[in-house]
């Protein structure tokens, strides 16, 4: 599992090599911030990230699932919200035909799934690639949460089936796109383009 989340302006807490042994014996959870405390997650010293982060391409591809605080301004908003209920269901029209039988239209927003996997987070430079390499992102948006995976995206409103994104960047078809690498593995054409 990897995370997703937009990090705070200023961090309240930090794992550094001057206090590793500290949060070895007793990992300081109470101070964590609110979405890591959600998520369950682990921060790295200063040394770790700059060796770690040149293989971010291989933590998010080979991720089981990217849980992906979406909504969230900062760590310390957490992964969850309030919300009204209607923001999750999807408007129906029953239209009479010339034949006469009814027939019912379901009615939704054409960019319902552009604005549900947009926000705070995605102002994040990264997020395109945690997001593109991720196998699965599961994202905690402002109204719903959003399963996102090579094959379909998914929300509360639309558990069965989801219309057409809106937005052409954040498809299943481009995450798709193993078949066109000559190794399979679109990781592998991301870590060529950073090098």
Same mark, same amino acid.
């Given at each position: ?83 009204? /209920?209607? &923001?999750?269901?999807?408007? $129906?029209?029953?239209?009479? #035909?010339?034949?006469?039988? @009814? +027939?019912?239209? *379901? ?38 949460? /959003?399963? &996102?995976?090579?094959?379909? $995206?998914?929300?509360?409103? #639309?558990?069965?089936?989801? @219309? +057409?994104?809106? *937005? ?28």
């Amino acid at each position: 599992m990897t995370l997703s989340y937009r990090w705070a302006k200023n961090p309240s807490i930090v794992l550094l090599n001057s206090n590793l042994e500290e949060f070895r014996r007793s990992a300081p959870i109470s101070r964590l911030p609110k979405t890591f405390k959600e998520a369950i997650t682990v921060a790295h010293s200063p040394e770790d990230w700059a060796r770690e982060s040149l293989q971010m391409h291989q933590v998010y591809a080979n991720s089981a699932c990217t849980i992906s605080a979406t909504a969230s301004e900062g760590p310390d908003e957490g992964l969850f919200r309030s919300r009204i /209920v209607q &923001e999750t269901l999807i408007g $129906h029209i029953k239209v009479q #035909f010339v034949d006469g039988k @009814p +027939r019912r239209f *379901d009615v939704w927003d054409q960019h319902h799934m552009q604005r549900l996997t947009q926000g705070p987070l995605t102002d994040r430079g990264w997020v395109f690639q945690e997001r593109i390499l991720s196998p699965r992102v599961l994202h905690f948006a402002k109204t719903q949460a /959003v399963w &996102e995976c090579f094959e379909m $995206h998914k929300s509360e409103m #639309f558990p069965r089936w989801s @219309p +057409r994104p809106a *937005d052409a960047v954040y498809t299943p078809d481009l995450k798709a796109i193993d078949a066109f690498f000559d190794d399979g593995h679109r990781r592998t054409a991301w870590a060529k383009e950073e090098n």
